[in-house]
């Protein structure tokens, strides 16, 4: 039987507005209630940021639980990610919401150009988020901006930095970074095979490159990303009209090369997120209480 292929959907994001999109989810009701149809429609992990009040990228570990929160409500089971890119914060900032305990968090574990910046990710940083990772039971999502990271993510493996079996993304499509380019792609698979055997990997593709790098890693046995987070549109003239709707494209993709939909408990044993590590983790979901207790290490 092929492997089934798990599905992420990121939902927001720290640059798309309802300017680019409408169906944007900015408020933490209109994130719970697309993340919600984009499950259904067979995501198994939701890739989550939050936003302040105006609109603006935010690592608010308040904004944070009530997400989580919200959602483990409406999506039981769903694996839970949260994003510590650099948009939302400087330094240790981008950590402040791993005390909640998500089950899985996203890594960079390098440095690179973005379109007008440097997306910088020092390796002091890296460690301490990985460290707060292992701290609370998290499962990292290496990001994989560059060859280079994926190399680093085994460094990091084998050092004990980061819990075997790693979990990679490669990351296709940004702009000044490395392009959707399918020799590219070829490599990092065989570099995957090569210095992580045994470990998932997962792709995304940004903009155009989205339903691109969608067929390369479900039509060679990995793991697809989607979202508003990172495409906005369907095509030139027509604007994505939810989050679903993209999930639903690579449900569609994954129908033609008869990859099985991994559902979320299945998403849950091929990654190591058991229910057992679950309860022990987070008994209680963490209420506000006990949130504001959590500021002398979450600051």
Not at 46 to 64: I, Q, W, Y
Not at 86 to 94: D, I, K
Not at 152 to 159: C, F, I, R, Y
Not at 248 to 271: E, G, H, S
Request: hydrophobic content about 40%; overall charge neutral; charged content about 20%.
């Amino acid at each position: 039987m092929p492997k089934p292929c798990i599905i992420c959907v990121a939902i927001t994001g720290s640059l798309p507005t309802k300017a680019h999109n409408p169906a944007v989810p900015v408020t933490i009701g209109e994130q719970i209630e697309s993340t919600q149809e984009a499950w259904e429609a067979g995501a198994s992990i939701a890739h989550l940021h939050v936003r302040d009040d105006d609109g603006n990228p935010s690592s608010d570990p308040e904004k944070f639980f009530r997400l989580k929160e919200g959602l483990e409500t409406h999506c039981p089971g769903l694996i839970i990610q949260f994003s510590t890119g650099g948009r939302s914060g400087a330094g240790t900032q981008r950590g402040r919401m791993l005390a909640l305990g998500p089950d899985m968090a996203s890594l960079a574990v390098g440095s690179n150009n973005f379109p007008s910046r440097v997306y910088e990710n020092p390796p002091d940083l890296v460690d301490w988020l990985a460290a707060k990772m292992r701290q609370h039971a998290i499962k990292p999502e290496i990001e994989a901006f560059d060859l280079s990271h994926i190399h680093q993510a085994a460094v990091m493996q084998k050092d004990g930095r980061i819990k075997a079996p790693a979990y990679v993304q490669f990351v296709m499509g940004v702009k000044n970074a490395m392009p959707a380019d399918r020799h590219v792609f070829d490599h990092y698979v065989q570099t995957m095979e090569r210095l992580l055997p045994g470990s998932e990997w997962c792709a995304a593709g940004i903009g155009a490159a989205q339903i691109l790098v969608n067929e390369w890693s479900v039509a060679s046995g990995g793991h697809a990303r989607t979202g508003l987070e990172d495409n906005v549109r369907l095509d030139r003239q027509t604007l994505v009209p939810s989050n679903a709707a993209l999930v639903r494209r690579v449900v569609q993709i994954c129908d033609k090369y008869q990859r099985p939909i991994a559902d979320a408990a299945t998403a849950r044993r091929m990654l190591g997120l058991n229910s057992s590590d679950l309860v022990s983790r987070n008994p209680n979901k963490l209420r506000s209480a006990e949130l504001r207790q959590t500021k002398p290490y979450l600051s």
